[in-house]
T-cell receptor
Framework: KQEVTQIPAALSVPEGENLVLNCSFTDSAIYNLQWFRQDPGKGLTSLLL?????REQTSGRLNASLDKSSGRSTLYIAASQPGDSATYLCAVDGETSGSRLTFGEGTQLTVNP | AAGVIQSPRHLIKEKRETATLKCYPIPRHDTVYWYQQGPGQDPQFLISFYEKMQSDKGSIPDRFSAQQFSDYHSELNMSSLELGDSALYFC????????????FGPGTRLTVT
């Protein structure tokens, strides 16, 4: 059974800092890894998708890397802003395309002005 | 761009009542997923459909059932509601041409009293 772990569970940083969120998964047989953002009581916004054949993806101030063999991914946020405050969730699917996502418990990020 | 639509957005029911949640996937998407997110928890996979056929089943109670219709919308039917069913219910959709990246709807918040 796939298990996804995210470290740290919570993070508080001053505005402008660069930061790294970590995700690890136990079964390396995945098709995709997705990073999501969730604001309190709201839906899930997909930030980045990394296919199993890829090493990293970038979108604006976000960069996600994937080391499939070691079961690890990182989300790097550059020049953090108060608007980045949210919970960030890592999720992996299965070996076949279109399969279910297994989520980590998330990292709750607070960026202080 | 069109997004996943869910209705209703909020639903209040009493114990032992029934509820029906609806999901309208992004046009051309061939796979629909349902997830349940309890308070302070990560989303848990319930069930998925590929081209209107059930493709995977997770930790969905026997009291729940779901189907996908000819127009590709999906419904999650929940009977004999319990207090523990109070949660956010998300629908997501994906398709092959976007590498099966899952796009989530805004969710339906179900409160059982």
């Amino acid at each position: 059974k796939q298990e996804v772990t995210q470290i740290p569970a919570a993070l508080s940083v001053p505005e402008g800092e660069n930061l790294v969120l970590n995700c690890s998964f136990t079964d390396s047989a995945i098709y995709n890894l997705q990073w999501f953002r969730q604001d309190p009581g709201k839906g899930l916004t997909s930030l980045l998708l990394i296919q199993s054949s890829q090493r990293e993806q970038t979108s604006g101030r976000l960069n996600a890397s994937l080391d499939k063999s070691s079961g690890r991914s990182t989300l790097y946020i550059a020049a953090s802003q108060p608007g980045d405050s949210a919970t960030y969730l890592c999720a992996v699917d299965g070996e076949t395309s279109g399969s279910r996502l297994t989520f980590g418990e998330g990292t709750q990020l607070t960026v202080n002005p | 761009a069109a997004g996943v639509i869910q209705s209703p957005r909020h639903l209040i029911k009493e114990k032992r009542e029934t509820a029906t949640l609806k999901c309208y996937p992004i046009p051309r998407h061939d796979t629909v997923y349902w997830y349940q997110q309890g308070p302070g928890q990560d989303p848990q996979f319930l069930i998925s459909f590929y081209e209107k056929m059930q493709s995977d089943k997770g930790s969905i109670p026997d009291r729940f059932s779901a189907q996908q219709f000819s127009d590709y919308h999906s419904e999650l039917n929940m009977s004999s509601l319990e207090l523990g069913d109070s949660a956010l219910y998300f629908c997501a959709s994906s398709f092959r041409e976007s590498s099966y990246e899952q796009y989530f709807g805004p969710g339906t918040r179900l409160t059982v009293t």
